[in-house]
């Protein structure tokens, strides 16, 4: 009995260094579960026996049970790694052959599957072309062809426009021409209604309308220009110029002679283009045709007129060798004043100035002019304005600018306030706004109320074609035949350019102008540039237009006693009746466990602990053979009996 006793704990024994021999060999093993053994004792009795001192008959190993428990976590560079932190396995497909895993160590082979080292491929839950996770499971597969492009049919703007900006409407006046005789030496100011100090202006007495215009342009909210325009009588004609025998034509712009070539000119037409010709290019010339002679039954004659822009004093003279015309009178300059709405009025401080004569008497003649024409060219006709990039049926780029434009309240001014809305794409104006702008209205508590009617705040872009660097088309879908059939948002798949514009979120506070949100759906053709995977397992494909899309999700499978999983080797398992059928899910969700990316679990073997076991066993194994020798050894005392 003693030699089955400790033949039995030799048997056990080496199992024990199997077991941990197995388990320091795969140390390093990626996803690796080590085992322990667990013993149980033998004892010999019959039925109904019923000894009071029964003797053990050895041991025997009753299981070789695997511990489960979470392995250290390490990184790697390879992107599609990864780890389970918590419960669960990777299911794989071995051929048909459903296996469980927790090695993650996956790759991508030849046909775009995603596979093990063995191959095997990962199952998951697949996508469909616009990346939306589906709940059929099946093996995860990268596509790795270019992402089609997609135009643009909604685009979502959150704005708030400043409340404090002020309506861009400007009244202004126009005074003049004024011509300089009658304005020198008077003595003025301009007088405004913001608070502005009056500010004095003096002409002097002697000097010539560029110097009278610099000194009323001086004053805050006023412009003021200087030119000088003579128009000759009938007598310099073609006539006249043809017949001279040596045509000779002088100008001073002021002292100074103008440089003129009289040596080509045969006509009126001749002579103004030598003028124009001349290195100084304030001065310009061209012929007319007025009723000069005020008879309307005799053709209109023609006559030079010549244009100085600096409102300097033009003398001219002309004539030829044998016949010498009288020189002109010299031709003396005017001043234009535009004022804006500031300026109130005119003060004269100069009683000796004649009240008929005075800037004061031209301010008060001249009409208010309102003008607030909407130009995107120049930033002085809107508030605010924003960009963005929109996308055609092709795939091309397209920007997209957003005018505001504060108006005056509707009504009385109380509770509501107004804004128009213009839309450009490569600088032509769509959406109809390039006749009449949007209208969006504000309540008083700087919320949306609507757009053109709308409380929702959509505009619906119907007159949009797609156009190249040169202005033609460029092949893209165009806008649709009726545009009155155009619902948002835009059935898919769209079939034409149209595209919502959603200012539903849009503010209007007493705060900077600023974008808060700016989306659209749109992009163009991209090229698989990487890939991601989140905590839940979802594969997300990183493309070179700054897309990602969604292509799978990786599925995780629990047991409800893992302990049941028969090893297969490959660190893989398979299901048993013991283990019981599998809960299959996403990761991060119920009892599962979550995924890291680029990322192993490492094998949840202690090596030193093994280490020791290994002792043990060998301590263990020596024993037990020791206990065979001693009994060998009392056999043969009994057998060398005589």
């Known amino acids: 009995m003693a030699f089955n006793t400790g033949l039995s704990g030799l048997r056990a024994a080496s199992v024990d260094l199997d077991v941990t021999g197995n388990n320091i060999a795969n140390a390093s093993t990626v996803g690796f579960k080590g085992s322990r053994v667990q013993f149980g004792d033998l004892y010999a009795s019959g039925f109904l026996s019923g000894g009071t001192n029964p003797i053990g008959d050895g041991v025997r190993v009753q299981d070789v049970q695997q511990k489960f428990g979470q392995g250290n976590i390490s ?3 390879n992107g599609l790694d990864m780890a389970i932190s918590g419960d669960g396995f990777f299911m794989l497909n071995n051929n048909g052959e459903v296996r469980y895993s927790r090695a993650g160590q996956f790759s991508i082979d030849k046909e775009g599957y995603i596979v093990n080292n063995q191959n095997m491929k990962v199952q998951g839950y697949t996508a469909d072309e616009d990346g939306n996770l589906s709940g059929i499971r099946g093996d995860l597969q990268i596509a790795t062809d270019n992402l089609a492009p997609r135009r643009t049919t909604n685009l979502q703007t959150d704005v708030n426009l400043d409340s404090r900006e002020s309506v861009l409407e400007k009244r202004v006046r126009d005074i003049g021409p004024i011509d300089l005789a009658g304005i020198e030496g008077e003595k003025f100011s301009f007088q405004y209604a913001d608070g502005t100090p009056d500010y004095p202006v003096e002409i002097p007495v002697g000097g010539d309308a560029q110097g009278a215009a610099l000194k009323i342009d ?9 030119s000088t325009t003579a128009l000759l009588d009938g007598s310099l ?3 006249f110029i043809q017949g001279a025998s040596d045509f000779k034509f002088t100008i001073k712009i002021g002292s100074t002679p103008l440089n003129i070539d009289t040596s080509q000119v045969n006509s009126l037409s001749d002579l ?3 003028i124009t010709d001349s290195p100084d290019n304030s001065v310009s010339a061209s012929p007319i045709f007025d009723d000069y002679d005020g008879d309307p039954n005799t053709p209109d004659t023609a006559r030079l007129r010549i244009i100085q822009n600096d409102g300097k004093t033009l003398n001219i003279e002309y004539g030829d060798t044998t016949a010498t015309a009288d020189p002109q009178s010299p031709f003396e300059g005017v001043v234009n004043i535009t004022t804006d709405r500031t300026v109130i009025g005119v003060d004269t401080t100069d009683d000796t100035v004649s009240p008929s004569k005075s800037v004061k008497a031209e301010f008060e003649g001249s009409p208010i002019r309102i003008t607030n024409a909407f130009n995107p060219i120049d930033q002085r006709t809107y508030n605010h304005a924003t960009s963005t990039t929109i996308y055609d049926s092709l795939g091309n780029s397209h920007e997209l600018t957003q005018f505001y434009v504060k108006d005056p309240s509707p009504g009385n001014g109380v509770g509501q306030s107004q804004w128009s809305i213009y839309m450009q794409i490569d600088g032509e104006l769509v959406a109809g706004t390039d006749t009449q702008p949007y209208t969006a209205l504000f309540d008083q508590d700087g919320q949306l109320e609507s757009v053109n009617g709308d409380p929702n705040g959509e505009i619906i872009v119907t007159d949009w074609i797609p ?38 979120n849009t503010t209007q506070y007493g705060a900077a102008f600023g974008v808060n949100d700016q989306q659209q759906n749109g992009y163009t053709t991209g090229r698989l540039s990487g890939l991601d995977v989140s905590d839940q397992g979802v594969i997300f494909a990183r493309y070179t237009n700054g897309q990602s899309q969604s292509l799978g999700q990786v599925a995780l499978a629990a047991f409800n006693n893992t302990d049941g999983l028969s090893p297969v080797g490959d660190t893989t398992w398979v299901e048993t009746f013991e ?12 009892t599962l466990g979550s995924i890291k990316a680029s990322s192993v679990e490492e094998s949840n073997v202690d090596l030193s602990a093994e280490l020791v076991n290994l002792i043990i066993a060998q ?24």
């Open 272 to 274: 103004a283009q030598a």
């Open 218 to 226: 001086g004053a805050p909210g006023v412009s003021a220009t200087a």
């Open 467 to 504: 156009k190249d660097a040169t202005g033609a088309p460029n092949g893209a879908d165009g806008p649709p035949s009726d545009p009155s059939s155009v619902v948002s948002p835009i059935p898919e798949p769209p079939t034409t350019s149209a595209f919502v514009v959603d200012l539903g």
């Open 75 to 77: 990184f790697t560079d």
């Open 619 to 642: 301590r263990n194994y020596q024993a037990n053979a020791k206990t065979i020798e001693t009994s060998d050894a009392v056999t043969q005392t009994i057998i060398n009996l005589r």
């Open 579 to 590: 283990s019981g059928q599998p809960i299959i899910g996403a990761a991060d969700t119920g």
């Open 237 to 239: 004609n073609d006539a």
